[in-house]
């Protein structure tokens, strides 16, 4: 430590807690005084432990972790360790198999009990000691030694690092486990458990012992929360599908015989052992890691369910718990006669787009959508008219704002998309990021509003209205000039001077150059900085102006050429001249760029659809 810096037992410290630390601190004052439940015994290693140790721990699936009190105090897993287990036997032999040598119904009845199908020996879940030995003695692995460093490793994994087992607990099990060695022998001699008693319960014993601390268990828990990733070591651990059938299991049995009073209060999967420990997951948000010694009579924790009955309530963690309605999935629903694209429109465009522009539908989706989502917007696409014979309809959809399309909206989208193809419709949707998000769209663009500007300009292809960026309209034509009096006509005529710009070139990046009319091709508008944002184009028959630079504080926005072409520039020089010699010129001129009606001039005061991200 570097010298005169006050070491941190010299500095008295108010600690503030962040508030779910501060809950779980709460929460283990409030409960830590109850001193109700006694030590299990039957394994005598457990009943020397302190009873007062009481331990809670929540992990985020961002890895983030919260605890109070004896989190970080180890603790043999004994039954915490079986939803764990059960999923490695998923993973070496699949689901089938498994439950046809495991079954998957809550026995109602203590860990311990004799809960075998009549006739084959099946255990009745693999919660309970009997379904617990025998997935055990599913584990691949050469000889019971292999099988357990399968067991260990994984259970390491979930917890994101390595567990040592406890010798002495294991011992005392091996000494006294007489009943879990007569469960595994009626097993065996049912058909059931198909290896030797004694390697199925020397496994069994060992995994039990395996020590972990409640912050662990709340890791593994948020790792099965996170659908098998471990989100702290990113590690996957098992698959999605393994993870959803162990939460299965757990929220049927994992609490002995309060498994239906506990679905029925506290509503998580979840997993408790008798040495105090309890595995309870949030499915999709986090897991929680609790341990407190002493057990009520069915063998679960006392202060442990207390707490995640106060956990489950204060969160609203119950799984049936209906989470509210979320943000509307159709963000917006339009066509393209009030929502326009930021493509700057000569005048006589932009009255075809409000006469015609119905043609367009448009539909900005946005948020998590899973299959009632999707329902809804195929209820809103079902409403877009079909094309009359020999026309066309166009449908823009904004995909930009989902977050989460989940694998079956998507399916149940891209058939909605197909059928409206099938009734003339041509569907574009605009997204850089995600493409091939729906493969039967006509067609694709980087973001809404690109799709938007070609649907638009397909619409007034089609009436005849559109100047094609190529195609070079004649200085007078240009709605500036057309707009003018004959000697205006002819006075910025003379003033202007043919301009010429490439692909991606900057353009009116220079304070000489005033005002730009153009006559083909097309210029895109950009935000400035790292993370440039389109902000609109400008196609022949509109103007572009530096005169009224957007000076609040904020890079001004740049001028590219999206396709070459050209223009007629008015240059500061000239402009200087015009103010001299013809002022009223200038005035009219001024005037009518002022007028977003009768021209298309940029900067233009009115949003476009583009601008509202
Ligand atoms: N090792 C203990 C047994 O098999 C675990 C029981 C439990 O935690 O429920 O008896």
Redesign the pocket.
């Known amino acids: 430590m570097r010298e005169g810096k006050p070491t941190p037992e010299a500095v008295p410290m108010e600690e503030t807690a962040d508030p779910i630390t501060a809950a779980l601190n709460e929460l283990h004052a409030s409960l830590a005084s109850d001193s109700s439940g006694t030590l299990a015994s039957y394994?005598p290693q457990l009943a020397e432990v302190d009873p007062g140790q009481f331990g809670l721990a929540l992990a985020t699936l961002d890895g983030r972790r919260y605890q109070a009190g004896d989190a970080a105090v180890p603790f043999t897993l004994?039954?915490v360790s079986k939803p764990f287990v059960y999923a490695l036997a998923l993973a070496d032999l699949g689901l089938e198999e498994v439950l046809s040598r495991v079954g998957a119904e809550p026995s109602g009845e203590a860990?311990?009990a004799i809960s075998l199908e009549p006739g084959s020996g099946r255990p009745s879940n693999p919660m309970v000691?009997a379904g617990a030995i025998l997935t055990t003695s599913l584990v691949r692995g050469d000889g019971p030694a292999a099988r357990f460093e399968r067991i260990r490793e994984l259970l390491s994994a979930f917890a994101g690092r390595p567990l040592d087992m406890d010798e002495k607990v294991f011992a005392s099990?091996l000494e006294t486990?007489d009943r879990?060695r007569a469960l595994a022998y009626l097993m065996r001699n049912a058909g059931s458990l198909r290896c030797d008693v004694d390697e199925a319960i020397d496994v069994?014993?060992r995994q039990?012992a395996l020590l972990a601390t409640a912050a662990d268990v709340a890791v593994m828990a948020a790792t099965l929360a996170n659908g098998g990733i471990n989100p702290c070591t990113k590690a996957t651990v098992v698959s999605q599908s393994i993870a959803e059938h162990v939460l299965a299991v757990m929220a049927s049995c994992g609490m002995y015989d309060y498994a239906g009073e506990w679905l029925l209060r506290v509503g998580l999967p979840a997993k408790s052992?008798?040495?105090g420990g309890l595995v309870a997951v949030s499915p999709g948000q986090f897991g929680i890691g609790l341990f407190s010694p002493p057990l009520d009579a069915r063998?679960n924790s006392v202060r442990a369910v207390a707490a995640s009955r106060v956990l489950a309530e204060r969160f609203q963690l119950h799984l049936m718990h209906h989470p509210g309605r979320s943000a509307p999935v159709i963000a917006h629903a339009g066509s393209a006669v009030t929502t326009r694209s930021g493509r700057l429109r000569r005048r006589k465009e932009r009255d075809v787009l409000h006469a015609h522009g119905g043609d367009i539908d448009l539909r900005s989706l946005q948020g998590d959508i899973e299959f009632a989502a999707a329902e809804v917007i195929l209820q809103s696409l079902s409403a877009v008219p079909a094309a009359r014979p020999g026309s066309a309809r166009w449908l823009v959809l904004d995909v930009q704002g989902i977050s989460r399309l989940h694998p079956v909206a998507a399916r149940m989208l891209d058939a909605a998309v197909l059928e409206l193809g099938t009734r003339g419709i041509v569907v574009v949707v605009g997204d850089g990021h995600r493409r091939g998000l729906l493969p039967h769209a006509t067609v694709e663009l980087p973001s809404p509003e690109e799709a938007l500007e070609w649907c638009e300009d397909a619409l007034l292809d089609r009436h005849g209205a559109l100047l094609a960026p190529a195609a070079e309209l004649p200085l007078r034509d240009h709605d500036v000039l057309a707009a003018l009096d004959d000697e205006a006509r002819a006075v910025l005529s003379a003033a202007v001077s043919p301009y010429t710009y490439q692909r991606e070139e900057r353009v009116l990046a220079s304070d000489d150059e005033v005002l730009l009319l153009i006559l083909s091709g097309r210029l895109a508008a950009y935000t400035q900085g790292a993370t440039a944002r389109r902000l609109g184009s400008m196609g022949p028959g509109t103007a572009v102006t530096r005169l009224q630079p957007l000076d609040d504080g904020r890079a001004q926005p740049m001028l590219v050429a999206e396709l070459p072409g050209e223009g007629g520039l008015l240059r500061r020089a000239q402009l200087e001249r015009l103010e001299r010699e013809h002022p009223r010129v200038l005035a009219r001129l001024w005037r009518l760029l002022a007028s977003s009606r009768e021209v298309g001039c940029w900067p233009v005061a009115a949003p476009a659809w583009g601008s509202r991200r």
């Open positions: 394994i004994q039954s860990f311990n000691n099990e486990g879990n069994y014993f039990c052992g008798v040495s063998g």
